[in-house]
C-alpha cells in the first residue's frame, strides 16, 4: 500500500530561492506546517532552482535560516535528509529527464525546435490581436524523421507538454471547490528548457509523486497550472495529492501584494524585531479564521485549532497596521525576561551597557508599552542610560520657584532612606502634593522632565523605581539650581 492510500499526511513548502523569503511563501510554510502538524503527518522542505537565472548564491541557507528562525521546523528538508532525498531539485535532474523521455515515448510529450525570436513574434501577434499568449503548436505534430534530423543536426529543442486541444478539464481544490476551465486554454507547456533542466511544471509533479506527498497547499496563482499538472500525472499513470489554493495576498487598496508597496520580505520584519509570535499569528489570520473568530494563537494552539475547510476565498488583505497591533500585543503579554533577551540585540548594537539586568529588566518592562517591534525599544530607553539634555525651553521651567520647590522636597525626603518601593513613592506623591498645594501638570510635568527628560512618559514611581532612589536623588539635584 502507498502511503497515500495509507492517507499518511505529507506536505511539503516548495520555493525557490530568490533570496528572501515573502510573506505570502511564510504563508504557504506556516499552513503546510500546521496542516501536518494537525494530522500528526510530515512537513517537508524542497527548493526548487530549476530557474537558474533566479537562483542566488546563499539564498537557500537564509531560507532555511529563516523558517528556522521563526519556529517552523520541517521533518525532511536540504539540511535534514530523509528518505526521499536529495530535497534541492538541481540535485534530480537525471529524474526529471528520465520522466520527460517516458512522455516523449508515449506521445504525451514532443519536442519543440522554435526559435526564441518566433516565439517572440508569435507573442507580440497574440497580444496585439489580444489573444492570450500561448504556443501555436507549431511542432507539435512534425513527422518522427524530421524530429530525428533536427536532433542530429544538433538543432537546440525543448521538450513541450502535449496537452489535449478539447474539451474542458474540472477537478477539485479543498479551498475553491469545483473548478472547470477549457482545455484550449492550457498551453502546451515547456518540460524540459534548452539548457536540460525541467521546468517548475514537470519537476514539481515528479516531485510530489516520488516524496509521495499527499497535498498541495500553495498560493492562488498556481491555479491555473492545476490541469496541466493533473494531465501529467494521468499520463504517468499516477494519482494526483489533493489540492488546496490558498487566497492572494492583498494591499489595503486591495491591488496585489507587491515590493512596491511595502515590506514583503520576512527577514526585514524578522530585522526590525517583530515577535516571531506576532508575526506567525498575523500570518495565519491571513486566509484562514477559526469558527469562534478567535484572533490571538500560540503556534501551539494554531496547530490545534487549524483546518483546511476554514480557508477563505476571496483574497486577504495584509494589514500593516494590524500586524503592528499583533506585535505590540505580543511585545507587552510575552514574559519581560523572553522580551528583555530579544531586545538585547539593540540595545548591544547602540553601544548600550545593559550589564546591570535588574535595572534593564525594569526599563525594558517600562518602554513595551511604547513599542510593536523590538527596534524601536531603544528610543525608549537610552534616557536610563545616558545624562539628560534640556532645550531652552525646558530650563526655563525647570528654573521656575514651584519646580525648585518640588526638586528641594523631593532630594530631601528620598534622601531618607536607600530603598524605596513603588507604592511608598505612590503615597510620597500624595504628601508632596498636599503639603505643598502643587497639583497636576504642575507637579507631573517639572518632575518627570527631571527624571525623565520629558514632560510626559511613564508615572513618577516607574520612572524612580527604574533610576533607584540615588539616580534619581542625582537628577534631581542636576536640576536644582543651587
Ligand atoms: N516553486 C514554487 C514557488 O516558488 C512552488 C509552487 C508550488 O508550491 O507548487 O512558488
Known amino acids: 500500500m502507498t502511503r497515500i492510500e495509507a492517507k499518511e499526511v505529507r506536505v511539503r513548502f516548495a520555493p525557490s530561492p530568490t533570496g528572501y523569503l515573502h510573506v505570502g511563501g511564510l504563508r504557504t510554510a506556516l499552513f503546510n506546517y500546521l496542516f501536518a502538524r494537525k494530522n500528526k503527518g510530515k512537513f517537508i ?19 532555511m535560516s529563516t523558517l528556522k ?43 519543440c525546435f522554435c526559435t526564441e525570436e518566433r516565439l517572440e513574434k508569435l507573442r507580440d501577434v ?62 502546451d507547456q515547456i518540460l524540459i528548457k534548452s539548457d536540460g533542466l525541467p521546468t517548475y511544471h514537470l519537476a514539481s509533479v515528479v516531485d510530489d509523486h516520488l516524496m509521495e506527498i499527499s497535498h498541495v497547499i500553495r498560493g492562488e496563482e ?17 494519482e494526483a495529492p489533493s489540492f488546496a489554493h490558498l487566497p492572494l495576498l492583498l494591499n489595503s487598496d486591495r491591488s496585489k501584494l507587491s515590493k512596491r508597496q511595502g515590506d514583503v520580505a520576512v527577514e526585514s520584519y524578522l530585522e526590525k524585531g517583530y515577535l516571531t509570535e506576532a508575526l506567525l499569528n498575523f500570518i495565519v489570520l491571513l486566509g484562514w479564521h477559526a469558527a469562534d473568530d478567535r484572533e490571538i494563537y500560540t503556534l501551539q494552539e494554531m496547530e490545534e485549532a487549524f483546518s483546511l475547510d476554514r480557508i477563505n476565498k476571496a483574497g486577504a488583505i495584509f494589514d500593516t497596521e494590524k500586524l503592528n497591533w499583533m506585535g505590540g500585543y505580543y511585545v507587552r503579554h510575552l514574559s519581560v525576561e523572553y522580551v528583555a533577551e530579544k531586545s538585547r540585540p539593540y540595545f548591544e548594537a547602540a553601544g548600550i551597557d545593559i550589564s546591570d539586568n535588574e535595572k534593564y529588566l525594569k526599563v525594558v518592562n517600562m518602554a513595551r508599552d511604547y513599542v510593536y517591534r ?26 521656575e520657584e514651584n519646580a525648585q520647590r518640588l526638586y528641594s522636597f523631593w532630594v530631601e525626603e528620598l534622601e531618607k532612606k536607600a530603598d524605596w518601593d513603588p507604592e511608598e ?27 525623565f527628560g520629558s514632560c510626559h512618559g511613564p508615572d513618577i514611581p516607574t520612572l524612580i523605581d527604574i533610576l533607584g532612589r540615588d539616580g534619581s536623588v542625582k537628577r534631581l539635584k542636576d536640576c536644582l539650581s543651587g
Open 425 to 451: 513613592i505612590s503615597s510620597l506623591i500624595k504628601r508632596a502634593t498636599g503639603e505643598m498645594g502643587i497639583k497636576g501638570k504642575n507637579f507631573y510635568f517639572p518632575l518627570r522632565l527631571a527624571l
Open 222 to 238: 498556481w491555479l491555473s497550472s492545476v490541469p496541466k499538472h493533473i494531465y501529467l500525472y494521468e499520463s504517468f499513470g499516477w
Open 374 to 399: 523590538l527596534s524601536d525599544m531603544v528610543e525608549h530607553a537610552t534616557m536610563f542610560y545616558e545624562d539628560l539634555t534640556f532645550s531652552d525651553e525646558d530650563r526655563i521651567l525647570i528654573e
Open 69 to 111: 528562525a521563526v519556529g517552523l521546523e520541517y521533518d525532511e528538508g536540504p539540511d535534514r535528509g530523509g528518505e526521499f532525498g536529495p530535497y534541492i531539485q538541481t540535485e534530480r535532474s537525471e529524474i526529471y529527464r528520465d520522466h520527460a523521455k517516458t512522455l516523449l515515448e508515449a506521445g504525451q510529450a514532443y519536442y
Open 45 to 63: 522542505l524542497r527548493i526548487e532552482d530549476t530557474d537558474q537565472k533566479r537562483s542566488i548564491p546563499g539564498a537557500v541557507e537564509k531560507l
Open 126 to 187: 497574440q497580444k496585439k490581436t489580444k489573444r492570450p499568449t500561448m504556443y501555436d503548436g507549431k511542432c507539435r505534430d512534425l513527422p518522427k524523421e524530421k524530429v530525428e534530423e533536427n536532433l542530429s543536426k544538433g538543432i537546440p529543442y525543448v521538450i513541450r507538454l502535449k496537452y489535449p486541444k478539447e474539451g474542458r478539464i474540472v477537478f477539485d481544490d479543498i479551498v475553491r471547490q469545483k473548478v472547470a476551465m477549457e482545455n484550449s486554454q492550457v498551453d
